[in-house]
T-cell receptor, first 117, second 113 residues
Framework: AQSVTQLGSHVSVSEGALVLLRCNYS??????LFWYVQYPNQGLQLLLK??????LVKGINGFEAEFKKSETSFHLTKPSAHMSDAAEYFC???????????????FGQGTILTVHP | ETGVTQSPTHLIKTRGQQVTLRCSSQ?????VSWYQQALGQGPQFIFQ???????GRGNFPPRFSGLQFPNYSSELNVNALELDDSALYLC????????????FGPGTRLTVT
């Protein structure tokens, strides 16, 4: 069974500071990993994803994440926070089972990012 | 290109009633997945429909059921509503099953009183 743990339900940073949102996963097969962002009263928007290949993945709005198999981690970073980054962020895992997986996403509990001036 | 749309945006139901939520998938997408997001929680997978057939199901009771139509739009039906069914229901469409990116709609906020 797959699972996702996001460390820290709330993260607060100053505008211009580094953003680091932590995600650890558990999966019995090679995973696909995702970060989604959710603004208030809206659906989920994909920030970035890792499927295969390069372990450092770049996404939209200046975010990136690195897949570390040995640490079962997929932490999300952004060098300089902007006020518009304030939202809730979800890490998700989908099992890569050689084409038999139907792509069910398992989400973490979410991390609310607050950016203050 | 039209994105994923869901209707209604909000609705309020009484315990024991039945509800139908609707989702129109993005153009060209043949797969629809439904998720339940309780307040303060991450979304939980309910089920997925691929080419009008249920293609996978999460840990939800049978009173949660669905349909997918030939145009790949989908419905989520919940019978015998319980207070704990109050949540944001998200629909996501994709080009297929497996690793294809899922595009989410804005959700339907269901309140059960």
């Amino acid at each position: 069974a797959q699972s996702v743990t996001q460390l820290g339900s709330h993260v607060s940073v100053s505008e211009g500071a580094l953003v680091l949102l932590r995600c650890n996963y558990s999966s019995s097969v090679p995973p696909y990993l995702f970060w989604y962002v959710q603004y208030p009263n809206q659906g989920l928007q994909l920030l970035l994803k890792y499927t295969t290949g390069a372990t450092l993945v770049k996404g939209i709005n200046g975010f990136e994440a690195e897949f570390k198999k040995s640490e079962t981690s997929f932490h999300l970073t952004k060098p300089s926070a902007h006020m518009s980054d304030a939202a809730e962020y979800f890490c998700a895992v989908s099992e890569n089972a050689g084409g038999t997986s139907y792509g069910k996403l398992t989400f973490g509990q979410g991390t609310i990012l607050t950016v203050h001036p | 290109e039209t994105g994923v749309t869901q209707s209604p945006t909000h609705l309020i139901k009484t315990r024991g009633q039945q509800v139908t939520l609707r989702c129109s998938s993005q153009s060209g997408h043949n797969t629809v997945s439904w998720y339940q997001q309780a307040l303060g929680q991450g979304p939980q997978f309910i089920f997925q429909y691929y080419r009008e057939e249920e293609n996978g199901r999460g840990n939800f009771p049978p009173r949660f059921s669905g349909l997918q139509f030939p145009n790949y739009s989908s419905e989520l039906n919940v019978n015998a509503l319980e207070l704990d069914d109050s949540a944001l229901y998200l629909c996501a469409s994709s080009l297929g099953t497996g690793s294809y990116e899922q595009y989410f709609g804005p959700g339907t906020r269901l309140t059960v009183t």
